[in-house]
């Protein structure tokens, strides 16, 4: 995560900040190569690229798609629910519609419905022709960060 080139919310909470710096949105996040464009409640964007998270005939792996919707939409989450709350993932879903072998995927997360208490975000993932590849659903519950 390059934290520099994030376009983040003016209200953003900066502990919540320095923690997606620090960790480059996580060991799993970094490992696959995702890079967090637009970070926000109600929208937020990142890409991953296909080579090296491909299954065994090629194609850009079904759990790849949903480790970047989860990662977005988790990440949305958080920033709804703000300072000293977390957001954990209570389910998540994902359709995948057509495959792609190369390039760079690109996943636009949006708010479904944000509440105190939960939050369901849609992330649609597309290929470099802005075809759709697959839609995830999250729902993350938010909670008190000393009660999880």
């Known amino acids: 995560m390059k934290g520099t080139s994030v376009k983040y919310p003016d209200d953003l909470d900066p502990e919540l900040v ?9 060991a799993l996040t970094r ?6 464009l637009e970070l926000g409640a109600e929208r937020s964007v990142a890409t991953m690229p296909v ?9 850009l792996h079904g759990g790849a798609h949903v ?17 000293g709350r977390i957001a954990m993932g209570i389910e998540v879903n994902a359709t995948h519609t057509r495959a792609v072998r190369e390039g760079i995927v690109t996943a636009t997360c949006t708010a479904i ?3 105190r208490t ?3 975000h ?3 993932v597309r290929d470099e022709q802005e075809r759709r590849l697959s839609t ?9 960060r000393h009660t999880s």
């Open 31 to 36: 490992k696959m190569g995702i890079e967090f």
């Open 18 to 26: 320095a923690r997606l710096i620090e960790s480059g949105g996580g």
């Open 118 to 120: 939960l939050a369901t």
């Open 122 to 124: 849609e992330i649609v």
């Open 67 to 83: 480790v970047l919707g989860e990662s977005l939409g988790s990440i949305s989450s958080a920033i709804h629910a703000g300072p």
């Open 51 to 59: 080579e090296g998270n491909t299954q065994v005939i090629g194609i």
């Open 136 to 144: 995830v659903r999250i729902t993350n519950i938010l909670k008190d």
């Open 113 to 115: 419905a944000l509440s």
